[in-house]
């Protein structure tokens, strides 16, 4: 397998993706070709080497241009025809590689996804799922979680199937429940989009387990859930913003004053075990489900470890070859 | 001003409606009348009370039905005439009462609004308001909290202009700013309802400040926000889902240990405070806006405290004539 990997994404981009490549190179034979400005990943990836070579199964592919967020997506994968993600997915398409993984901007992989490489014949609509992280429980597999910010029951139908069978190739979830999210648990709650839903997941053959109510989302009932793309983005960002206020406002707290700080000392162990557990690059990143080529984003702050994690990871979709999976039975529904 | 007060709503009734009331007649002269069975709630009242007497503004109104949470709304309404809700809304109607304030079923209370006292001229759709709670700041009000799972532009716009001013008259926030939920801060992000929605708001005359991301939602960055009631949903029970979640996974690790216990017992004073923080019953309830006159919706679990506080505001409510200038401002429109 040849991981083509974007260089110049995220953040902390070149320099975590390349520490991540060496990773991972560590850890897997497979090829890392890294994408993006020569001189700066070259320096880049001397850096994370320090005193060691650089592992010889990772090389660098020159490309001059980058996409930034706040680019219109479309207009710049038409534009930027030497940007690390163009130059990256026509490689892709062009079999020059079996998987590309990218922290850049999430508007500009699903444009290109759709623009050069094109939809799986019969999804309507890809989708991009992303690892949704559970407090002292196995995650879930939210998607949509923002490509599609309106959808019909058709399309959440596909979500489903494709999340169902990522989560059992590439997480190993053998027959995974997949839940609806809507404003009540019974059936006939909710809006026209969930009541049809609900009717053609139940149709399925698919381990549907009814509606979940936003506040069970984060105790980790279900392996898949499944919603519209503007909801998705919702539950995602709300779920970060809280998270965020509320170590602020604990870090705030638990330093003032000298019982406070002594106190927090004696937790510091709890406390980063609390902070891990909101961590999700473990599980990889955010697969973009629907499009005939493995494409994988990662979080835009990817540390080098979360880059490594998705590059594992991003292979056993490759490997496991889910799109063919994703084919066959969409072509059987 | 006479408050008429479901004895029989939420899990903690009749008593704590009971010692709610209690509190609230202690702090106010205005008359209270608390409807259901009047056993029960004379009962209710004799336990609060202790050896002090039932203070005088309190009253006891018989009515022989409750309308419980899994009982369809509209049906409820239709049928059970002598339940506590029905009875309060004719009431209500009738001049017999200035406010009804409930901990009972959101949708027999808004079922209710709609069918016993009936819509403003000119609100196409009711919505109930919450407030949603901020860590370390100013809390914020979400408009629509659930009444309506599908809404078009206008119902939004209607939602800003009476939460604006239910913002100001009630929770004296001067000119509130007003956002509008979406999956991007930028003007054309989002699906067509929001798109549309915001030059609605962006013309209205309102302090609008354009859209806000759901992660920017607990960061307390508006007065008044604005969305659909499938959206305010998701974002009010993910929140109350995530609090829960975070505080059992810290209740859980901070007892596990000696040391984790010692520095648990240091923090106490801290960890109640960042529960209290969460706490937004001192806001009192959830007005249901753009109907003929004032209903407010208490938390199904809400204490005596939160009860006497529901009845408070919701007396300012009534006493701002929240609804003649919602009037006067959907004819101005």
Redesign the interface.
Known sequence: MRVLLDGMGGDNAPYAVCEGAVLAAQETEHEIVIIGDEDKLNEALKKACGRDDIPSNISVCHASEVISNNEAPALAIRRKKDSSIVKGMNMLKAGEGDLFVSAGSTGALLAGGLLLIGRIKGIDRPAICTIYPI??NKASLLCDA?AN??CKPRNLLDFAIMSSIYMEKVLGRENPTVKL?N?GEEEE????L?KETFELLKNSGLNFKGNI???????GRADVIVTD???G??????????????F???K???T?GL??R??????L??LK??KK?FDYSSYGGAPILGIKRPVVKMHGSSSSNGVKNTILKALIFAEQDVIGVIEDSIQEK
Request: glycine share 10%; aromatic share 6%.
């Open positions: 407090l002292g923002g910010a309106e999210v404003i709650k909710g809006s026209s969930t109510e936003a506040r069970d989302v984060p105790k793309g503007f909801t983005n919702i539950i995602l960002k709300l779920t970060e913003g809280m998270a965020w206020n509320i602020k406002t604990i705030k707290k638990f003032d019982h406070a002594l106190g927090s000392l004696l937790l162990d709890k075990e609390l557990e």
